[in-house]
């Protein structure tokens, strides 16, 4: 009687699993690598100073993070992001949309952009390094330097991209060219600017730790790691690259699918 | 024995609102080389009664027997068309798409590029054989896609609208075209439509469906010799009484 | 139309040479140091220099070594489990948590780790491509699994088509826009991934080596040569390399729209 159809293409996919079970399952990979990473650390084959078990990475956490060191890195990390990105956000955002109305702007720029962009921004850090000394300058340029391409390349785009019928229609509407730029090309363009403020934001992220490591700077994720080398500390690189994945999955979760979900949104009400 | 058989086919769906009854106590037999053209309005369940057909989909209540066979998903005694015209692998040039079904019965590639060849010239359109989907009309689509679905000689051809989405001249070409194709291969053809016109152009018998659950309301003999005429008197005499089967029952809600 | 390629091309030209001219102007004013700005001519000088001895060559050669096996050892692991990820609930469920966790990651934070447990040299820097290709791959490859049109699928099940043709002639090419998406994001992180694991691990070759190598003596032109050449490599790529993999796929089966990364 209950006997269901199997039909796959129609019958819609069975109701979601409960929140527990879902938890349950999103957590088993992790139980079954943290206990080949305890097997292993356990079994003697390198010494603990290499391979600490997982306890010694979570007291060493625990203790770093009550005497207030890992915090402050953490924090001249987070501070540099925002910076970096904040600038290329302002220049990107800008010349981008500059690029996509002026059609002298674009044939200046665009071979400006398309001969930076593909090179890879690290290539850059030890450049600036000479140029602006060890420490934060460097290091929050280089950043925003690198940050600053896709933005650039997104804006650009997305200006492009604003429909003639719309631009047509709203001059026959009486816009002057103050709002047509506010009511119709940013709105027309913001998806794709959203777009290339997350790649940017992403590849800011990407390249920071790289920097910190190679700028000296006196405190950051990547500096803390990277010193730990030098006394085979182990127990705190691993704390470092913990709390630098946190900050990561914190941007993706709470930056980047808001920004991805704000474009989807915005996609839908385009095309 | 009849060729295809559909035994009190009943299907429900299972929606997140509930279970929803599909088709229910579906049965109708059709002869070899028979046109048979299944119409009703949209939601009738007509598409989904061919997807059982083809054996995509398994009712709940009853079964469909190919030449006394019950069908056990889908098989190679069937060929089928789409509405989609997506259904073309992009990958693949008509000729390449033609020859596939050859190609997954294990036919060396220069016999199975001579039918596939064949068969496109069938629909017209050999000399289209090295050209990919996307250079294609939608009408040059579709008759890639039946033109497939001949390829590997099937006994049976299943059609799901497959010129709905098309312009009317384009459809009208199609359908002549069909009829040929038809009087040349004599397969046994299912084809869904929803359009009237089309069904007593193409059927020798016509099923009419009525929604909510899908049902068979009745069967229609076409007795028109071929090629037809839509233009005649008993053409249009056809026409109109499908159209007033099928709007009686809209009035009857 | 005509006249205005012309017109951008030559306003394009003109532009480069004008920065390259303000450069040249600001390198020979005096007011920085000849080792922090190097004048163009000093900058051509010594990347000539390198590329005839042969010297630039070993470096680029050692980078394209590292880059390639890091890559290909991505495409490797990343293109079969994506798939198997795309095909079996069970296989998603386990691997899609431990890369949401590692991914965001920088693949240049394991460096350190790195170093410590293999020592320096090709293995880390590899490994660091290695990690910094992988997830582009892998879950372009996933979605790129899901997005096949199940039209496809029914359609070739109908031709009698079993799991193993399914997989090679339907759902390979079918998901093959994000495959080749994936391949060019991932070479692209695997290329910026090398030059900073260079900077930081590799110990007497490669482009990035020698980039950092030279800020320690000062050899502005050294650098700016070698990222001529970073930049040259990277660009040869893209644009040869996945631009004709496209145009002989994607683009041949118009199916560019399909996937927009």
Redesign the interface.
Do not use: C
């Given at each position: 009687m209950h006997d269901v159809a199997r039909a796959s293409d129609i019958a819609l996919t069975p109701a979601a699993a409960g929140p527990l079970r879902r938890a349950a399952r999103n957590a088993f990979p992790f139980v079954v690598v943290g206990a080949i990473w305890e097997a292993v650390a356990h079994a003697g084959l390198f010494p603990p100073r290499f391979f600490p078990p997982l306890e010694t990475v979570a007291a060493t956490l625990a203790r770093l993070t009550m005497s207030g060191v890992l915090p402050h890195h953490a924090l001249d990390t987070i501070v540099r992001l925002i910076a970096g990105f904040a600038l290329a956000a302002l220049f990107g955002v800008t010349i981008g949309i500059v690029m996509g109305r002026s059609r002298r702007a674009e044939d200046i720029l665009l071979p400006l952009v398309s001969i930076g962009a593909p090179i890879p921004g690290l290539a850059y850090a030890p450049l600036f390094l000479l140029w602006f000394g060890p420490g934060n300058v460097p290091a929050v340029a280089l950043v925003a330097f690198v940050s600053a391409f896709p933005i650039i390349y997104n804006s650009w785009t997305g200006v492009k991209a604003v429909k003639d019928i719309w631009l047509r229609s709203a001059q026959a509407m009486g816009a002057n060219d103050r709002r047509l730029f506010r009511h119709v090309i940013v709105p027309g363009a913001l998806p794709y600017i959203v777009t290339g403020l997350r790649l940017g934001l992403a590849q800011a992220w990407r390249i920071l730790v790289g920097i910190e490591m190679l700028a000296a700077v006196p405190w950051g994720l990547g500096w803390l790691i990277f010193g730990a080398q030098e006394f085979l500390n182990t127990d705190v690189m691993l704390a470092g690259i913990v709390v630098i994945a946190l900050i990561g999955l914190a941007l993706e979760k709470f930056v980047f699918q808001r920004l991805e979900e704000l474009t989807v949104v915005r996609w839908g009400m385009l095309t | 024995m009849p060729h295809i058989e559909a035994r009190d086919i009943s299907?429900?769906?299972?929606?997140?609102g509930g279970?929803v009854p599909?088709l229910r106590g579906v049965s109708f037999a059709m002869e070899a080389s028979e046109f048979l053209c299944i119409v009703g309005p949209s939601g009738c369940g007509k598409s989904?009664l061919l997807?059982i057909i083809?054996?995509?989909?398994?009712?709940?209540v009853g079964e469909i027997r190919i030449a006394g066979q019950p069908v056990r998903g889908?098989?190679?005694d069937?060929?089928?068309v789409?509405q989609?015209f997506?259904?073309l692998?992009?990958?693949?040039t008509a000729l390449g798409n033609v020859a596939?079904?050859l190609?997954?019965?294990g036919v060396p590639k220069a016999e199975r590029e001579a039918t596939a060849l064949e068969q496109l010239r069938l629909v017209k359109l050999e000399h289209f054989a090295k050209s990919?989907?996307?250079?294609l009309s939608g009408g040059m689509q579709q008759r890639v896609a039946i033109a497939?679905?001949l390829a590997?000689n099937p006994a049976v051809l299943l059609m799901d609208e497959p010129f709905a989405a098309l312009d009317a001249l384009t459809r009208d070409d199609m359908q002549r075209l069909l009829a040929d194709v038809w009087r040349t291969t004599r397969k046994t053809v299912i084809y869904v439509t929803h359009n009237v016109a089309e069904a007593v152009y193409l059927a020798d018998r016509v099923v009419v469906m009525t929604p909510h659950p899908g049902t068979v309301k009745t069967e229609v003999t076409i007795k028109l010799p071929r090629p037809r005429d839509p233009l005649s008197v008993e053409f249009l005499d056809y026409q109109k009484e499908l159209l007033r089967l099928l709007g009686q029952d809209a009035k009857g809600h | 139309m005509i006249a205005d390629r012309a017109r951008s091309l030559w306003r394009g030209a003109v532009t480069v040479i004008v920065v390259l001219a303000i450069y040249e102007a600001v390198a020979r004013s005096g007011h920085f140091a000849p080792a922090l700005m190097p004048t163009l001519g000093v900058v051509l000088q010594t990347l000539l220099g390198s590329l005839l001895d042969g010297s630039m060559f070993e470096h680029a050669a050692a980078t394209l070594y590292r880059v390639l096996c890091g890559f290909g050892l991505a495409v490797f692991v990343g293109l079969p489990l994506g798939v198997l990820m795309g095909r079996f609930r069970p296989v998603e469920n386990f691997v899609l948590p431990l890369a949401s966790a590692l991914m965001p990651i920088p693949s240049l934070a394991w460096i350190p780790v790195f170093i410590l447990w293999l020592g320096l040299g090709n293995a880390v820097t590899i490994l660091i491509v290695l990690y910094a290709a992988l997830f582009p791959m892998l879950l372009n490859t996933w979605s790129g699994v899901r997005a096949v049109n199940p039209i496809w699928l029914r359609a070739a099940g109908a031709m009698g088509a079993n799991e193993n043709a399914l997989f090679w002639k339907v759902i390979i090419p079918g998901a093959s826009p994000f495959i080749i998406a994936g391949l060019r994001q991932s070479f692209l992180r695997a290329w910026v991934a090398v030059i900073g694991a260079e900077m930081l691990a590799a110990s007497n070759f490669g482009l990035g080596w020698v980039i950092f190598d030279a800020k320690e003596f000062l050899n502005t032109d050294v650098m700016l040569s070698s990222l001529i050449v970073i930049g040259f490599i990277g660009f040869v790529t893209e644009r040869l390399v996945f631009g004709s993999l496209e145009r002989a796929t994607i683009y041949r089966w118009g199916m560019a729209q399909a996937a927009k990364t």
């Open positions: - | 299907l429900i769906y299972d929606t997140p279970a599909g989904t997807n083809a054996g995509f989909i398994t009712p709940n889908s098989g190679m069937r060929g089928v789409f989609d997506a259904q692998f992009p990958w693949r596939f079904g190609e997954m019965k990919y989907p996307h250079h497939r679905a590997y | -």
